[in-house]
């Protein structure tokens, strides 16, 4: 199975930060990386597929990069409903697999 | 704006049995493959099961092997989930979800989840 590793576990931040948000895969994955917004008793909402691709609704402001192994999620300024847990998910091989999550905390 | 339904959910005990059901009111769903996605209490996301479009292929993770199964009413718009011989470990939130397009392993629409408790 492949592993995915995010970093960090929890993030404090402001309105109007610049912050990202890394996840490392146990092996190559080429770009079959996606990236989830979670809010509290919420489902998951997709953010970002296939490592740099804005899913249809989702804000500019959020971008994605990588490929191979290490991946990131950028949010460009910061906004107060973008406090949340992001969570990492490779598609490349069955079982599908996700990061641990990372908390987005308002510093 | 809900876009699929899940229900079933309850408590149950060790060893016992559930059906989960989804059903799409807002996202198309006959011509997507579909998943079903678990999260125990404050815990992350966990993958459990896929199904093709027309039922052909299946996959699971393997904890679940050879006591969940995936299935799917293409007439009803229905997805399912047979859990049985169900253990403490199984306790989550359970979220049904589509796929991409084509059959990609990303997650474009949800339902807001049921929870399974199992537990004496």
């Known amino acids: 199975d492949i592993q995915m590793t995010q970093s960090p576990s929890s993030l404090s931040a402001s309105v109007g930060d610049r912050v990202t948000i890394t996840c490392r895969a146990s092996?190559?994955?080429?770009?079959?990386l996606n990236w989830y917004q979670q809010k509290p008793g919420k489902a998951p909402n997709l953010l970002i597929y296939v490592a740099s691709s804005l899913q249809s609704g989702v804000p500019s402001r959020f971008s994605g990069s990588g490929s191979g192994t290490d991946f990131t999620l950028t949010i460009s300024s910061l906004q107060p409903e973008d406090f949340a847990t992001y969570y990492c998910q490779q598609s490349y091989s069955i079982p599908i697999t996700f990061g641990q999550g990372t908390r987005l905390e308002i510093k | 704006d809900v876009q699929l339904v899940e229900s079933g959910g309850g408590l149950v005990q060790p060893g016992g049995s559930l059906r989960l059901s989804c059903v799409a009111s807002g996202c198309a769903f006959s011509s997507y493959w579909m998943s079903w996605v678990r999260q125990a209490p404050g815990k992350g996301l966990e993958w459990v099961a896929n199904?093709?479009?027309?039922?052909?292929?299946?996959y699971y993770v393997d904890s679940v092997k050879g006591r969940f199964t995936i299935s799917r009413d293409y007439a009803k718009n229905s997805l399912y989930l047979q859990m049985d011989s169900l253990r403490a470990e199984d306790t989550a939130v359970y979220y049904c979800?589509?796929?991409?397009?084509?059959?990609?392993?990303?997650?474009?629409?949800w339902g807001r989840g049921t929870l399974v408790t199992v537990s004496s």
């Open positions: 979800a589509r796929n991409g397009m084509s059959g990609q392993r990303w997650f474009d629409c």
């Open positions: 092996q190559s994955i080429n770009s079959n």
């Open positions: 199904i093709k479009q027309d039922g052909s292929e299946k």
